[in-house]
């Protein structure tokens, strides 16, 4: 991706996300780093869906982000991601019922807290995803007004990332 998309998303400038993988030979400025949020991507599927005027959407994908590792000559963990993206009928408790029922097919029990710690969602409509044993899941809600702004958007769009691995890694699929 563009480093400029961390700037679209309103990534705060000290967040570790912005350390990204540097490519050595990139084909142009918009491919030069290796992502560490998946968020960019879907909000651009978004908001061509609202350009062509569809008028109720819900889109997700399933994609790896890469995260560096301290040492440069090291190669990045590769993780996998699952973003919703949604305008249109979806509101934040229909986008709550998609991650739960996520959630319950991989047999992942998990409660839901107050976020208000990233600049790319609406500060009191986003939650994190918190799983019985401790860990951060996933984050869902509604998209900032200025970062829906900054992809020609200015409908409400609900987004939600999920850690695709580490659901998987707590993942109860037994049935009784």
Do not use: W
């Amino acid at each position: 991706i563009s480093p400029t998309y961390y700037d679209k998303i309103r990534m705060d400038a000290n967040d570790p996300l912005r350390r990204s993988v540097v490519i050595s030979n990139p084909l142009g400025e918009d491919t030069s780093v290796m992502r560490t949020t998946a968020l960019p991507s879907m909000m651009e599927v978004v908001a061509r869906n609202n350009n062509f005027n569809n008028e109720d959407v819900i889109l997700y994908e399933i994609a790896k982000i890469y995260l560096p590792k301290e040492s440069n000559n090291e190669l990045p963990e590769e993780k996998n991601v699952l973003t919703v993206g949604a305008y249109g009928s979806t509101d934040f408790y229909a986008l709550k019922g998609i991650c739960e029922n996520i959630l319950g097919l991989a047999g992942v029990k998990a409660t839901y807290r107050a976020y208000s710690e990233s600049a790319a969602y609406h500060p009191g409509r986003c939650a994190e995803i918190v799983a019985e044993n401790g860990d951060v899941i996933g984050i869902f809600g509604q998209a900032h007004p200025l970062m829906a702004e900054n992809y020609g958007m200015s409908i409400p769009v609900m987004i939600a990332e999920l850690d695709f691995d580490g659901i998987f890694a707590i993942a109860n699929t037994k049935k009784a």
